[in-house]
């Protein structure tokens, strides 16, 4: 059995961007942020914040890995025999 089906569009949307205004800016509703430079400033310092926290996280990440390299550890005989 074959089915044969006939389509017709009737209507093609387009997707219009919003222009960035402060308008724009204040209909997203973003605490203490009214207009285009203010949110900007808002991207800017959480993503300094954000970099400045990955950043300290891949420090203190890369000390890590580091100390066993430069660590000496003495463990007696005793404590080796206790383990088998």
Known sequence: MVYKYILEV????KRIL???TDEFVKSLAIENVETTEQLKEKF????????????????RAQIIAQIPEITEIEISEKTIRKGC
Do not use: C, M, N, Q
Request: hydrophobic letters at 20%; glycine letters at 4%.
């Open 10 to 13: 009737e209507e093609v949307y």
């Open 44 to 59: 800017r310092t959480e993503g300094k914040e954000i970099y400045d926290r990955e950043l300290a996280e891949s420090y």
């Open 18 to 20: 919003p222009e960035f």
